[in-house]
């Protein structure tokens, strides 16, 4: 006997009321997605229920797959069986040795077929005996067991359902609106769009290249960061902007202290641009407040001032301990600390204002006129795409998109 199937349970989602179907639309049409590899799976859902049918797949291959997908509270592997003692004695000593290191167990049994003639009280201590004397050094515990195998003797058969696995949390991905991401290359930037992944907003990304000052390999890091974030959602499409210029001006033209103020206000204008043309409500970066000069109180209110778009900050109260521990969880780390940096990296000032004013960066840009040069940036971005279910084929790029 296998499992044939995985129950599905939800978390925050249940909480929601009359567009609930809606979230649960969303999730089953984001696991078939997520479950392409598995063809012979099928997503099926029921009142207040959903499951993955197997029909022969790997079940543990399957599992970690779906724990990967926003909108799940937790799974647990499934046996559909006849309603006899023999299956469902065979079915829940599968159960229990699908938690390897289980010492103690519970059985909870639940009978929705008056009909079945054992009764759930007697279910429960013929199921656990059987477990009992097939195994060595198990206890039952009802009170806090390592693992509770839950029995239904339903109307059409019987359910087992073996211990719970994890799931992401959080909501769907696509239920709550979609939101560019600005993806430098470093730790912070991919956990910022894993986080706001997990409250259901679609990404897409936006990333500022500045060759011959930055590579074609940091600019490779970036897509290898997309597409891991890819896993946790779909399809993740990469804006390049070619920044050398702007930032070259800013170098020339804006004093040294102020030039990491007004680029990251130039970067700001340019992807509230063309998150607009994309049809995209808000902004997303990496900021964790006070990390660096450009991620102070002060700092942040004079950047936001160009733009009138909300600007989601998931990290803006974590330490960087915590952000580095997501991002090793969620697999980006080791594609972050490559030694290739971004255009945050490039003319440096010595000694940046860590308090900047809106006074002085709107005084200070008024000396020069950028306008043509954000208009020529925007023209010539480009935009790539990428999946990490087709790690095989080349990402595909659309230099005319915007």
Do not use: W
Not at 63 to 75: A, D, K, P, R, Y
């Amino acid at each position: 006997m296998n499992f044939d199937q995985i129950m599905v349970r939800y978390g925050e989602m249940a909480l929601k009321g009359k567009n609930r179907k809606a979230f649960e639309q969303k999730l089953q049409r984001n696991l078939s997605t997520k479950l392409k590899a598995f063809p012979d799976t099928k997503v099926s859902k029921t009142q207040g229920r959903m499951y993955i049918i197997l029909n022969g797949e790997d079940p543990h291959k399957v599992m970690e797959t779906c724990q990967e997908v926003f909108g799940i509270h937790s799974l647990s592997f499934a046996v559909k069986v006849e309603k006899t003692e023999e299956k469902l004695k065979e079915a829940v000593l599968l159960a229990f040795h699908d938690a390897n290191e289980a010492k103690t167990f519970k059985i909870s049994s639940k009978r929705t077929d008056k009909g079945f003639p054992i009764q759930s009280g007697e279910l429960n201590p013929m199921l656990g005996g059987h477990i009992l004397r097939n195994t060595e050094d198990v206890k039952v515990d009802v009170h806090h067991p390592d693992v509770e195998i839950k029995v239904e003797v339903r109307h059409d058969a019987a359910y087992v359902t073996a211990q719970d696995y994890p799931g992401a949390g959080g909501l769907p991905v696509g239920t709550t609106g979609k939101t560019l991401l600005m993806l430098s290359g470093g730790i912070d930037s991919p956990v910022s769009g894993y986080l706001t992944m997990k409250r259901g907003v679609e990404i897409e990304a936006i990333h500022f290249h500045s060759p011959p000052y930055t590579s074609d390999r940091a600019k490779q890091k970036v897509i290898d960061l997309a597409k891991e974030l890819s896993r946790f959602g779909k399809a993740v499409k990469i804006h390049v902007v070619p920044f050398t210029a702007i930032q070259q001006k800013i170098h020339r033209e804006m004093p040294s202290g102020y030039s990491m103020t007004i680029m990251r206000r130039m970067m700001m204008r340019i992807s509230e641009k063309i998150a607009r043309k994309q049809g995209i409500l808000s902004l997303t970066t990496g900021e964790s407040l006070g990390q660096v000069a450009s991620q102070t109180m002060e700092s942040m209110n004079t950047i936001n001032e160009v733009t009138n778009y909300p600007v989601i900050r998931p990290l803006a109260t974590m330490d960087k301990l915590e952000i580095i521990d997501i991002s090793r969880k969620i697999g980006t780390y080791d594609i972050s600390i490559r030694p290739y940096e971004d255009c945050c990296t490039v003319f440096v000032p010595k000694a940046p204002k860590t308090k900047p004013t809106r006074e002085n960066a709107n005084y200070y840009e008024s000396n020069s006129d950028f306008s043509e040069d954000i208009e020529k940036a925007v023209a010539e971005t480009y935009t790539i795409e990428v999946n990490a279910s087709e790690d095989d084929q080349e990402s595909n790029e659309f230099s005319d998109l915007l």
